[in-house]
T-cell receptor, first 110, second 113 residues
Framework: DGGITQSPKYLFRKEGQNVTLSCEQN?????MYWYRQDPGQGLRLIYY???????QKGDIAEGYSVSREKKESFPLTVTSAQKNPTAFYLC?????????FGQGTRLTVV | QKEVEQNSGPLSVPEGAIASLNCTYS??????FFWYRQYSGKSPELIMS????GDKEDGRFTAQLNKASQYVSLLIRDSQPSDSATYLC?????????????FGSGTQLTVLP
């Protein structure tokens, strides 16, 4: 089955910790994205990557980092510099103009 | 100023009725328009895309685009309780890549049995 796999589904972070969210796709899509969704709000772009070894900041990149060493993988690290990380994180990939999403990771700070 | 605006709802319709969801956008150069359905606690699912003025039908769904009025809508005919979800409008900027996707905050739809 082709698709986008995010893991874990739920993640708990202690204050001051870095955590990494996984995103893997087998759709052979070049472009991949990370979005953040807060309750009652739309999706906001954190980072995106159009090709391997290249990525760009989105609208809310502060406190986050990414890598794109393989076409299939686009992990997101939420660093301790992100002061309000509790949110629903969505990874997406695209072909042409349409974007498709993984199942999401719900991150909670404890 | 929000770039993509939707009525947050909640919008309630009886089963079998037509649900009408509306979205306006501010970037006159926008070229691509999408509707995503998001069930509570789940990720968005692409249900419709529309690129030119007029109507596009897919099963019970019809997307309508009016670029002059900067308005896009989604009609759901014969609404079912399983259509109860939040519907997100997304708009692509003039450059046309998914990088430029801007999402509205969504309209919550409830279909009453």
């Amino acid at each position: 089955d082709g698709g986008i796999t995010q893991s874990p589904k739920y993640l708990f972070r202690k204050e001051g910790q870095n955590v990494t969210l996984s995103c893997e796709q087998n759709l052979n899509h070049d472009a991949m994205y990370w979005y953040r969704q807060d309750p009652g709000q739309g999706l906001r772009l954190i980072y995106y990557s159009q090709i391997v070894n290249d990525f760009q900041k989105g609208d809310i990149a502060e406190g986050y980092s990414v890598s794109r060493e393989k076409k299939e993988s686009f992990p997101l690290t939420v660093t301790s510099a992100q002061k309000n990380p509790t949110a629903f994180y969505l990874c997406a990939s695209s072909v042409d103009r349409e974007a498709f999403f993984g199942q999401g990771t719900r991150l909670t700070v404890v | 100023q929000k770039e993509v605006e939707q009525n947050s709802g909640p919008l309630s319709v009886p089963e079998g009725a037509i649900a009408s969801l509306n979205c306006t956008y501010s970037d006159r150069g926008s070229q691509s328009f999408f509707w995503y359905r998001q069930y509570s606690g789940k990720s968005p699912e692409l249900i419709m895309s529309i690129y030119s003025n007029g109507d596009k039908e897919d099963g019970r769904f019809t997307a309508q685009l009016n670029k002059a009025s900067q308005y896009v809508s989604l009609l759901i005919r014969d609404s079912q309780p399983s259509d109860s979800a939040t519907y997100l409008c997304a708009v692509n900027g003039a450059k046309g890549s998914a990088r430029q996707l801007t999402f509205g905050s969504g309209t919550q739809l409830t279909v009453l049995p």
